[in-house]
């Protein structure tokens, strides 16, 4: 592996635990309370497992990419790294299609199970929960450029060995 492709894969690896970390970040600080019938609500992202499980595996995959940021990807280690990449990207992917699917109800509702929009009433948290998914997307995008650059170290390997 060249010096520019590992410099291009620490680069992808510190910015996808930005965005991972940035995701966590805007999730977690996400709440709002809002006031229906004399009635005080309050909306934070801990009341939802789908969060939950979106700042859990962000989490994961920001760990990962701190541990893996100085690994040599080299013979054994760069297939364990190709499949525990192929692993983040599908884990991340996972948890943006599970929160997203949360946030369109809250924004939209959904008319034939009777559910109600709630962002009128708490805009503070729907727009840091919109936030946090873009920080997601971005962070899924890097991991599967990163899969990508794994694929070709690895397919490399193969061919120089042949």
């Known amino acids: 592996m060249t010096l520019a492709n590992r410099i291009i894969i620490f680069l992808l690896r510190l910015l996808a635990l930005g965005a991972s970390v940035a995701a966590i970040v805007i999730m977690v600080t996400s709440h709002d309370s809002a006031?229906?019938?004399?009635?005080?609500?309050?909306?934070?992202?801990?009341?939802?497992?789908?969060?939950?499980y979106f700042v859990g595996v962000n989490i994961l995959?920001?760990?990962?990419?701190?541990?893996?940021?100085?690994?040599?990807?080299?013979?054994?280690?760069?297939?364990?790294?190709?499949?525990?990449d192929i692993i983040m990207t599908l884990l991340l992917d996972s948890s943006i299609s599970a929160c997203l699917a949360i946030a369109q109800v809250g924004k939209k509702g959904n008319s034939h199970a009777g559910w109600l929009p709630i962002c009128g009433q708490v805009p503070k948290f729907c727009d840091?929960?919109?936030?946090?998914?873009?920080?997601?997307?971005?962070?899924?995008?890097?991991?599967?450029?990163?899969?990508?650059?794994?694929?070709?170290?690895?397919?490399?390997?193969?061919?120089?060995?042949?």
């Open 35 to 52: 006031q229906v019938l004399g009635m005080t609500f309050e909306a934070k992202f801990a009341n939802t497992p789908t969060f939950k």
């Open 61 to 84: 995959a920001g760990a990962y990419s701190l541990i893996v940021l100085f690994f040599p990807t080299k013979n054994l280690l760069g297939r364990i790294i190709l499949i525990s």
């Open 128 to 162: 840091h929960v919109a936030g946090s998914l873009i920080a997601g997307f971005a962070a899924a995008i890097l991991y599967f450029l990163l899969l990508l650059c794994s694929f070709h170290n690895v397919l490399n390997l193969y061919t120089l060995k042949a």
